[in-house]
């Protein structure tokens, strides 16, 4: 019997699932109780004994974020953490290679000093974007003054020849450096709601101020610059003490540089005022021209089933403001340490673990997509992928990313993990694929199931995420030990599967316009670019 073309036998199947999502975090409670008297696998309790007496996270993450440092894709300290990667893994006995998938604009940070000269001296705390142009090791010394308040466009390119010669201020001024839970802790609710209308009104303001311009904000400083403006200052805060997030340049010409929310506050209300401010900027930073993209690939050889694969996955890249410590350090150290264990309890495996660390994942994800596209034969027989990249908590949500039977299969392999790592651990299954927000989605767009491994926050996006505070210290390495014992549990089990498990893929449901939603495609990544 038919129905819209589908057996009634699909829908069956189907409601069975329907109650089985319904009904998962009980199922977890009932799987996972943190029972004493929990019964562990062999292989297991070595995995766990190993994990906790003789960990090297604390080595890693040295060697990693405070030796090699932040890891810009087409930076010299990406080539070493390439390199570094390598050296380890071939130290642990794991053969590993880097593989090139592509080249990027290369750029050296250097030194770099910026300093407020009139109406009084002050050493300015701020760094350049990433890729910003230089001043060639000279110092520039300049009057600041702000994006000014236009009618229209034309009135835009009217003030346009002011800016010549000068530092220009893009960002908008914040009325307080406060965030919102110290306001809540502390205030009135009369200041409070004071504080937000405030700064809901200039928000507002400053958004009509960067509309009236008639062109979109990253195009804003391209043309200050060629109208002759000698650096483009702003301040992109996060919205936590001290914290401010650091992209790429979009200038050409003129030094992009992210200057703290209370020194950018000092200028702005010294230029409002009428006080002329003067900074001096000097920076060495240097164009190295194209360099090669690396994934850094390593491999513990499978015994029974050498071509079938699960795959261990975290992106060796960061953005630039701190050390790369949360993004994505600590996925990297973390599947590292996972290998270094299997590698000692399990050198044998059935199946072969891989461990990707892939490059470029902040420009879109452009490593793991292009492993993806030049491996075919290994996408075609992968078990399943384990992705960190979300800080430095210990995991607390797995979604099944829209495969049917990822429930079976996960389900039995996280009732093989100790029970004071999976008390917590919240499941979604079979859960919806996701979009690309990290590297799992090159794989799951590509059918094989990709799992993030999503961690507790620790403040995780105002903090660290892609901002200057993103460095060593923030890493919480118990967490880390909890992610890398249960990363080399559902990785043993994953090889140990009599056969490759069933990619059935779910029925999407419609998006908000009603209409049937789609699996994510298969996406081409950059293989050379600048920036953005």
């Known amino acids: 019997m038919k129905f819209n073309n589908l057996s009634i036998t699909y829908f069956g199947r189907m409601a069975i699932l329907v109650l089985a999502c319904g009904f998962s975090t009980d199922l977890q409670a009932q799987r996972f109780p943190g029972r004493a008297a929990q019964k562990l696998d062999p292989i297991v309790e070595q995995i766990v004994?190993?994990?906790?007496?003789?960990?090297?996270?604390?080595?890693?993450?040295?060697?990693?974020?405070?030796?090699?440092?932040?890891?810009?894709?087409?930076?010299?300290?990406?080539?070493?953490?390439?390199?570094?990667?390598?050296?380890?893994?071939?130290?642990?006995?794991?053969?590993?290679?880097?593989?090139?998938?592509g080249e990027w604009h290369g750029w050296e940070r250097g030194i770099s000093h910026i300093d407020m000269t009139y109406p009084r001296q002050k050493s300015l705390a701020g760094t350049q974007l990433a890729w910003s142009p230089t001043t060639n090791g000279k110092?520039?010394?300049?009057?600041?003054?702000?994006?000014?308040?236009?009618?229209?466009?034309?009135?835009?390119?009217?003030?346009?020849?002011?800016?010549?010669?000068?530092?220009?201020?893009?960002?908008?001024?914040?009325?307080?450096?406060?965030?919102?839970?110290?306001?809540?802790?502390?205030?009135?609710?009369?200041?409070?709601?004071?504080?937000?209308?405030?700064r809901d009104s200039?928000?507002?303001?400053?958004?009509?101020?960067?509309?009236?311009?008639?062109?979109?904000?990253?195009?804003?400083?391209?043309?200050?610059?060629?109208?002759?403006?000698?650096?483009?200052?702003?301040?992109?805060?996060?919205?936590?003490?001290?914290?401010?997030?650091?992209?790429?340049?979009?200038?050409?010409?003129a030094p992009s540089l992210d200057i703290s929310l209370e020194d950018y506050g000092i200028l702005y209300r010294l230029a409002e005022k009428g006080y002329k401010p003067k900074i001096k900027v000097e920076t060495s930073s240097k164009h190295l021209g194209n360099v090669p993209s690396f994934n850094t690939i390593a491999e513990i050889k499978g015994t029974e089933?050498?071509?079938?694969?699960?795959?261990?996955?975290?992106?060796?890249?960061?953005?630039?403001?701190?050390?790369?410590?949360?993004?994505?350090?600590?996925?990297?150290?973390?599947?590292?340490?996972?290998?270094?264990?299997?590698?000692?309890?399990?050198?044998?495996?059935?199946r072969s673990i891989i461990i990707g660390l892939w490059g470029s994942e902040e420009q879109g994800l452009n490593g793991s997509r292009a492993f993806v596209?030049?491996?075919?034969?290994?996408?075609?027989?992968?078990?399943?992928?384990?992705?960190?990249?979300?800080?430095?908590?210990?995991?607390?949500?797995?979604?099944?990313?829209?495969?049917?039977?990822?429930?079976?299969?996960?389900g039995r392999w996280l009732a093989a993990v100790p029970n004071e790592i999976t008390k917590d651990i919240k499941t979604d299954f079979p859960g919806s694929p996701g979009g690309g927000g990290s590297d799992h989605a090159s794989f799951v767009a590509a059918g094989v199931p990709g799992f993030?491994?999503?961690?507790?926050?620790?403040?995780?996006?105002?903090?660290?995420?892609?901002?200057?505070?993103?460095?060593?210290?923030?890493?919480?390495?118990d967490d880390l030990l909890s992610n890398v014992i249960l990363t080399a549990v559902l990785t043993y089990k994953a090889t140990e599967e009599p056969k490759l498990v069933d990619r059935e893929k779910r029925v999407l449901p419609a998006d908000r316009n009603g209409q049937p939603a789609t699996w994510p495609a298969i996406r081409q990544p950059r293989r050379s670019g600048v920036g953005y």
């Open 452 to 477: 993030m491994l999503s961690s507790l926050s620790w403040g995780y996006f105002s903090n660290t995420w892609h901002t200057n505070l993103d460095t060593y210290d923030k890493l919480v390495f």
């Open 139 to 198: 110092a520039i010394e300049a009057e600041v003054i702000p994006l000014a308040d236009f009618k229209d466009s034309l009135a835009f390119r009217a003030w346009l020849p002011q800016v010549k010669g000068k530092y220009v201020m893009i960002s908008m001024p914040q009325p307080t450096g406060r965030p919102d839970a110290n306001w809540k802790e502390y205030g009135t609710p009369e200041s409070i709601e004071k504080m937000n209308k405030n």
């Open 373 to 410: 596209l030049d491996n075919p034969e290994i996408v075609e027989k992968t078990q399943a992928v384990f992705n960190l990249d979300n800080g430095t908590g210990r995991v607390a949500n797995i979604n099944g990313s829209g495969f049917v039977h990822s429930y079976d299969f996960m």
């Open 305 to 350: 089933f050498p071509d079938e694969y699960v795959i261990l996955s975290a992106h060796l890249d960061s953005w630039e403001g701190g050390s790369g410590a949360t993004d994505n350090g600590t996925g990297t150290i973390a599947m590292m340490e996972v290998a270094r264990v299997l590698k000692k309890v399990l050198p044998n495996p059935k």
């Open 49 to 101: 004994k190993e994990a906790k007496d003789n960990s090297e996270l604390e080595q890693l993450a040295f060697e990693l974020l405070d030796v090699v440092g932040p890891r810009l894709v087409g930076t010299p300290q990406m080539t070493k953490a390439n390199e570094w990667a390598l050296q380890t893994f071939e130290k642990w006995g794991i053969p590993a290679k880097n593989q090139q998938f």
């Open 202 to 253: 200039l928000s507002a303001a400053w958004n009509n101020r960067i509309k009236a311009t008639g062109l979109a904000p990253y195009s804003i400083p391209t043309v200050l610059e060629d109208a002759g403006a000698v650096g483009i200052l702003s301040s992109y805060w996060s919205g936590e003490f001290g914290a401010n997030k650091i992209f790429g340049a979009r200038s050409h010409k």
